[in-house]
């Protein structure tokens, strides 16, 4: 994919805000898979060329965060919260997931609705089992509440 | 006077707005530090007896006494909100109801240390809290209180908001600057310490959320008001964060010296179903597990960490009698597997073998030689990593593995759930 004019100049603000322009990488990667969903290597490769950096230095940076996909996903992106206080309730999720959407971690629903991804501690212990839909956590989570939660998203 | 910092403001009616912060007697502190010296505002700090409430609980007023005196060039404040602790959700309250508590907790410490820019490093799961942080600098610059000349003084400085991408370590001080500087989030060896070497090479403090939230308080009240809040060399309240087996989970402010036993059974209403109390992790999952023998304690730094187990960051996790230590163990150890940044041998390689080691134990084919392995391996990477992620699963892991020994080596001779 390519960044395009809106994008680059989005990124170009980025690297304008910071002291070192190098702090921009993460929030412009970000930015790009908040426009795409995703930061596939032509864009890995098209951000490095604004960076004035080599490839390999993005393709550092990808590869560390969890949160930076490679590959685009579902339309929507399920991080289910499998740390110590959800991690029982999350077993029970996950098996609805399967059965229920098809979904496994790391996986994308044949419709092409969701991705799942296990993560780590998502800060909301106190609702726990918690689920992060896109950019909004949700808890406590029980077979109930998930089948009326996900409905909303299509 | 009131005894709580946090309560009023958390719960006040829009108090995540300038304007509901601001009824709430909110910036009347900056108001306040900026007519002090910056170094009479250091003393009221070091008076407080604050101690960061990120997980090392080390006294925020010698940490602010390692930066060099200011030579006229970039100096900077990080606020550490890249909470990921598991069980800590504290600094999240902070963030998305009352804001401009940290942002005046910031600006009066830049002011205090002669700080020139401020970063917030927000972890990238806190979508809602990077929301009221963007409007809550944005209002704070509109009002003067942030940018040039703040309130009419010779002071500026300005604070800017830095989303992470997801990665436990970056909550570690040095990792965290690696990744503000568009890097891998590694840890530093140190020394030099981000005192004299941090953000781009420049002197840097880091402080966590809630510890620059207490800071308008210590300067409007006092150094001394704050320390009488809490205990001995513990000064202040707390925000715990409650989870697990209690009737209400959920953030509590106590003082510093509060009993473990009246955090879950008075505040968190106890067990469900008055099921028995099996064991309490009681400051994140790095702090060591106690059993329900150890939960007769006064919450604080130093008698946690009497008790070989630390206050850390203020997470309170409740186990009961139905809750196996097994899944209790494996979690913490895919933890720890899946968030270790893999610079350091030991740690990188440790917490993969502690993932086997656990996976056989859980297995048909688990055997005590796996648990005894386990034991040694967790022990084994202690002491041996340039940073106290290494520590923190080697003391985590082998106290689970050793306070409940018998269980797990009666799971391995068979009597599996």
């Given at each position: 994919m390519r960044l395009g004019p809106v994008l680059e100049e989005k990124i170009r603000t980025l690297m304008g805000s910071y002291e070192r322009e190098e702090s921009a990488l993460i929030p412009a990667l970000m930015a790009v898979q908040a426009e795409y969903g995703c930061v596939d290597s032509e864009a890995a490769e098209e951000v490095s060329a604004l960076f004035e950096i080599t490839p390999e230095r993005v393709e550092e940076v990808l590869?560390?965060?969890?949160?930076?996909?490679?590959s685009p996903g579902g339309r929507h992106r399920i991080?289910?919260?499998?740390?110590?206080?959800?991690?029982?309730?999350?077993?029970k999720i996950l098996?609805?997931?399967?059965e229920e959407y098809s979904l496994l971690p790391g996986g994308t629903s044949p419709d092409g609705r969701f991705s799942l991804f296990l993560c780590e501690c998502l800060g909301h212990c106190e609702k726990a089992p918690a689920i992060m839909v896109d950019d909004r956590v949700y808890g406590p989570i029980e077979e109930g509440n998930l089948f009326s939660l996900l409905e909303g998203f299509k | 006077m009131n005894d709580r910092i946090f309560e009023p403001l958390l719960n006040a009616e829009k108090g995540e707005t300038l304007e509901g912060y601001v009824r709430q007697g909110g910036y009347a502190s900056l108001r306040k530090a900026l007519e002090m010296s910056p170094g009479d505002i250091v003393e009221e700090v070091k008076n407080s007896n604050l101690r960061g409430r990120g997980g090392a609980g080390f006294p925020t007023g010698q940490k602010w006494t390692f930066l060099p005196p200011p030579d006229g060039k970039a100096r900077y404040l990080v606020a550490n909100a890249d909470e990921g602790e598991p069980g800590t959700f504290k600094d999240r309250y902070i963030l998305t109801r009352v804001p401009h508590l940290l942002l005046e907790g910031m600006i009066i410490t830049a002011y205090a240390l002669g700080l020139t820019k401020g970063y917030i490093f927000l972890r990238g799961e806190y979508t809602q809290g990077r929301e009221m942080v963007e409007r809550a600098i944005a209002e704070a610059a509109d009002a003067g209180f942030l940018g040039k000349n703040i309130l009419e003084s010779a002071f500026s400085f300005d604070v800017a908001l830095h989303s992470g991408a997801g990665a436990y370590i970056c909550g570690e001080e040095?990792?965290?600057l690696e990744s503000l500087e568009g890097k891998r989030g590694h840890p530093r060896l140190k020394p030099p310490f981000p005192a004299s070497s941090g953000l781009y090479g420049r002197p840097t403090l880091i402080n966590n959320v809630e510890t620059l939230a207490c800071i308008p308080s210590i300067v409007l009240e006092g150094g001394f008001w704050f320390a009488s809040l809490g205990s001995q060399k513990n000064g202040g309240t707390r925000l715990f964060a409650l989870s697990g087996r209690v009737l209400k989970p959920g953030l509590y402010e106590l003082p510093l010296g509060t009993n473990l036993k009246e955090l879950i059974f008075t505040h968190g209403g106890g067990i469900p179903k008055n099921r028995r109390l099996k064991g309490v992790i009681p400051g994140g999952l790095s702090a060591p597990i106690l059993t329900a023998e150890e939960c007769d304690i006064p919450l604080d730094f130093d008698s946690l960490a009497r008790a070989g187990s630390m206050l850390g960051s203020g997470a309170v996790m409740v186990f009961d009698e139905e809750d196996s230590i097994l899944r209790i163990l494996s979690s913490t150890v895919e933890f720890y597997f899946h968030e270790s940044c893999g610079q350091c041998t030991p740690c990188r390689d440790g917490t993969n073998i502690l993932k086997k080691l656990m996976e056989r134990i859980l297995s048909e084919a688990g055997r005590e030689e796996d648990y005894r392995a386990l034991v040694s391996v967790a022990r084994g990477i202690r002491g041996r990593t340039i940073c106290p992620f290494g520590d923190a699963v080697s003391m985590a892991v082998e106290a689970m593995a050793i306070k409940y020994e018998e269980e797990i080596l009666g799971f391995l001779g068979g009597n599996h759930g």
């Open positions: 590869s560390f965060y969890s949160l930076l996909q490679r991080l289910l919260c499998r740390s110590l206080v959800c991690s029982g309730g999350a077993e098996k609805v997931l399967q | 040095t990792a965290l």
